[in-house]
């Protein structure tokens, strides 16, 4: 086994906040130069940029975790991962059909934009993608779950749209795959305020706006390959597999 280096939390030009430079050529350039072996794709409430992403990081030999940054009903963010293409695009459905029908106001959010591999904008999300789903945290979990997906609530310490800042607490029948610290501290520090995390995996990422960001902070997964199954398999700790923040 080997040890691969992860950040799993980026936003393309999709999103609204995502700067119009992360563009899928230039994140899979950003995430070569920074010697990234696993990326995660995860957009606000859509996944429509993981496709193209997953061919052009490949021909790097970067795997990527595809997926989505989801608000949930009480305005929580939680990172959703798939494993295969079927999959994903009935999560596509599941935001598109649960997304409020609220127009983005590009002077006021941003443009939320995907292009092909030439930069050439192929499709506009007309729909605000930062807004809340009508779903709720726990049919979230449970619909990502349903598809063997992934689930991690995201930046977990930050003070807007974290589990805490909007529940209050940590659940207590919780079904999370892992809990993810912004690189704002570190899983060490936020456990010294609230023990109860060290029930669950620890991650860090980068949360990559814009290009110099991604790869700031990364988490390492020790792996025989970079793969779904043994990204999965390295969450719960077993046959050897682990994760490390550094």
């Given amino acids: 086994m080997n040890f691969f280096r992860a950040d799993l939390h980026i936003h393309t030009v999709l999103s609204p906040c995502g700067d119009l430079e992360m563009s899928p050529v230039n994140i899979v350039s950003e995430a070569t130069m920074k010697g990234l072996d696993i990326i995660g794709i995860t957009d606000h409430n859509t996944t429509r940029h993981c496709e193209l992403i997953n061919k052009l990081a490949a021909e790097k030999g970067i795997f990527v975790m595809q997926g989505a940054e989801v608000t949930t009903k009480e305005e929580v963010h939680c990172l959703a991962f798939f494993e295969n293409t079927d999959a994903l695009k009935k999560f596509q459905e599941f935001l598109d059909h649960n997304l409020p029908e609220i127009m983005n106001d590009p002077a006021k959010f941003g443009y939320q934009v995907q292009v092909d591999e030439n930069d050439n904008v192929v499709y506009?999300?007309?729909?605000?993608?930062?807004?809340?789903?009508?779903?709720?945290?726990?049919?979230?979990?449970?619909?990502?779950?349903?598809?063997?997906?992934?689930?991690?609530?995201?930046?977990?310490?930050?003070?807007?749209?974290?589990?805490?800042?909007?529940?209050?607490?940590?659940?207590?029948?919780?079904?999370a795959d892992a809990l993810e610290v912004s690189k704002a501290t570190t899983p060490e520090q936020f456990a010294s305020i609230h023990p109860e995390i060290n029930g669950f995996p620890l991650i860090r990422n980068s949360d990559a706006h814009w290009p110099g960001d991604i790869g700031t902070a990364f988490t390492v997964f020790f792996l025989k390959k970079p793969s779904f199954a043994e990204i999965r398999l390295a969450l719960k700790g077993d046959n050897g597999r682990k994760i490390i923040v550094e």
């Fill in 124 to 175: 506009e999300e007309k729909k605000l993608l930062i807004n809340a789903i009508s779903k709720s945290f726990e049919e979230t979990e449970a619909f990502t779950h349903s598809m063997n997906g992934i689930f991690i609530p995201a930046h977990i310490n930050r003070k807007k749209n974290s589990i805490y800042s909007q529940l209050g607490l940590l659940p207590g029948n919780l079904n």
